[in-house]
């Protein structure tokens, strides 16, 4: 990725850097020792210097140094506003689903992670706000949808599992003409600023489950959330302070530590991908990735993102086979989630995605037999290695190629 972005540093604010330099780049121009790690701010409170207060902070609750460090460094990356990190992806959708009063509605895609058609449930059934899940793959599929009650148009891209690509520009662009007061929220944790930045595609919220890609270990939770204006920012803190979600100053900084290695971390997962998925297609199987020209919306992908991603899945066609792909897999750790290091095998029908009632995977076309692979920075020939010895050990290989 060669994207040039402006620098907030005060001493090189005139230069503009690429990415890969502007994401480990975090000035830290107050600590009077310059330290060149941001401290951790390790408390809850913070004295003051008269009895009506007035410091930079007060309680940790409302704000922090190191997380203020982290949210202006994310803003940088992300092309935002203003950002705010939260305690996980959820804890980000939640504060944003705070914007929608009871008897508002939402539309969003048929293809989503299962903590957001839970949340989404949840709401449906407790503050009257209703929500339409469409094929975001056809930008126009939300236009009968659209009206005075739309308050959130709510977009994964690519989804999560099947790796489906909604059109951020024309969906936005429809949205903000026909509900100006509606909000386009994209989550953008798939593929991260690195690659897709929907913010400069016409989105006003852009948010992260930041424990994936963004801090890259899968040592800690954490959420993040984007946006590109000032009055839309007061609201999501407002909800943020009161609601005591902020990320605590330990795990700020391990996030920030976290993400400046996102560029190369993410260079070896996304070269990993496509020679896995290349391999898959080799075999004959039919694979889910925006990195393969054999994609439907391969060329739409291109046209707003920078790279692929690391995460595919494929279909085997037989629930069994690829159980025993999934358990004769020994390199490929089974787990639910996705962007750290290490690669990941599961099935989201059993796992990620088992909160979704069978009949309504049904109804969403979610094959019960996909796999999703979830690939790390391991040699990739390794990688390739236990993929076939498992698809071997499972009587998986339908040919040699």
Known sequence: MTDVLPSPAA????????????????????????????????????????AGGGGDYDYSRSGNPTRTHLENHLAKIMGAKRAFAVTSGMSALDVIARLVSSGDEIVA?????GGTNRLLTFLAKTQN????????????????????????VLLETPTNPLIK????????????????????VVDNTMMSPYLQRPLELGADISYHSATKYLAGHHDLMA????????AVAERLYYVINATGCGLGPFDSWLLLRGVKTLAVRMDKQQSNAIQINDFLERYGFRVHYPGSPNHPQYELHKR?????????SFETGDIGLSERIVEAAKLWSISVSFGCVNSLIS??????????????????????????????????EDLLDDL??????????????
Not at 29 to 43: G, L
Not at 165 to 184: F, G, M, R
């Open 11 to 50: 001493s090189i604010k005139e230069r503009r850097y690429r990415f890969a330099t502007e994401v480990v780049t975090v000035d830290n121009p107050d600590d009077p020792h310059h330290a060149a790690s941001v401290p951790i701010y390790q408390s809850a409170t913070f004295k003051q210097t008269g």
């Open 109 to 113: 895609g048929n293809d989503l992670y």
């Open 129 to 152: 706000i209703k929500t339409h899940h469409v094929d975001t793959t056809k930008a126009e599929s939300v236009l009968p949808f659209l009206s005075e009650k739309t308050k959130l």
């Open 165 to 184: 690509i909604a059109d951020i520009p024309t969906i936005s662009q429809y949205v903000h003409e026909k509900c100006p007061d509606a909000l386009v």
């Open 223 to 230: 959420g993040v959330i984007g946006t590109r204006d000032e």
């Open 304 to 312: 707003m993102a920078t790279g692929p991603g690391a995460v595919l």
């Open 347 to 380: 099935m989201p029908c059993r796992m990620s995605h088992a909160s979704i009632p069978a009949h309504v995977r049904a109804e969403r076309e979610f094959p019960e037999d996909l796999i999703r692979l979830c690939v790390g920075i391991e040699d990739v």
């Open 388 to 401: 076939k010895q498992a698809l071997e050990a499972a009587g998986a290989l339908p040919s040699t190629p």
